[in-house]
Protein backbone atom coordinates (compact mmCIF):
# COMPACT_ATOMS: atom_id res chain seq x y z
CA UNK A 1 0.00 0.00 0.00
CA UNK A 2 1.09 3.39 -0.73
CA UNK A 3 0.60 4.36 2.98
CA UNK A 4 3.02 2.13 3.89
CA UNK A 5 6.44 3.65 2.76
CA UNK A 6 8.45 6.27 5.09
CA UNK A 7 7.96 10.06 4.43
CA UNK A 8 10.79 12.34 4.53
CA UNK A 9 10.35 13.07 7.87
CA UNK A 10 10.34 9.34 8.80
CA UNK A 11 13.48 9.12 7.17
CA UNK A 12 14.83 11.84 9.19
CA UNK A 13 14.16 10.83 12.53
CA UNK A 14 15.11 7.24 12.29
CA UNK A 15 18.37 8.63 10.19
CA UNK A 16 19.26 11.43 12.91
CA UNK A 17 19.15 13.63 10.39
CA UNK A 18 19.18 17.62 11.81
CA UNK A 19 20.83 21.00 10.56
CA UNK A 20 23.82 22.35 11.39
CA UNK A 21 25.33 25.95 10.37
CA UNK A 22 29.16 25.69 8.75
CA UNK A 23 31.36 27.47 10.76
CA UNK A 24 33.19 30.69 9.05
CA UNK A 25 30.97 30.32 5.80
CA UNK A 26 28.51 33.17 6.84
CA UNK A 27 24.99 31.58 7.72
CA UNK A 28 24.90 28.66 5.52
CA UNK A 29 23.54 25.52 6.70
CA UNK A 30 24.19 21.77 5.79
CA UNK A 31 21.87 18.40 6.64
CA UNK A 32 24.04 15.63 8.87
CA UNK A 33 22.75 12.97 10.10
CA UNK A 34 24.03 9.99 12.04
CA UNK A 35 23.77 7.49 9.06
CA UNK A 36 23.12 8.25 5.67
CA UNK A 37 19.73 8.40 4.01
CA UNK A 38 18.88 5.60 1.94
CA UNK A 39 19.73 7.90 -1.17
CA UNK A 40 23.11 8.29 -0.09
CA UNK A 41 23.51 4.81 1.63
CA UNK A 42 22.24 2.72 -1.89
CA UNK A 43 24.88 5.21 -3.68
CA UNK A 44 27.70 3.91 -1.78
CA UNK A 45 28.51 0.34 -2.78
CA UNK A 46 28.22 -0.72 1.05
CA UNK A 47 24.18 -1.62 0.38
CA UNK A 48 24.99 -5.18 -0.83
CA UNK A 49 21.80 -6.76 1.11
CA UNK A 50 23.45 -7.69 3.84
CA UNK A 51 25.60 -6.22 7.09
CA UNK A 52 28.81 -7.15 5.77
CA UNK A 53 32.11 -6.79 7.95
CA UNK A 54 33.21 -4.06 5.40
CA UNK A 55 30.21 -1.98 6.44
CA UNK A 56 30.53 -2.37 9.91
CA UNK A 57 34.36 -1.25 9.28
CA UNK A 58 32.96 1.69 7.87
CA UNK A 59 29.91 1.91 10.47
CA UNK A 60 32.98 2.48 13.15
Known sequence: FAEDLLTDRDLDMICGTYELESP???HQKS???????????FASGYSVGQWTNECELWFQ
Do not use: A, E, N, T
Open 24 to 26: GKG
Open 31 to 41: LVSWFPRPDIW
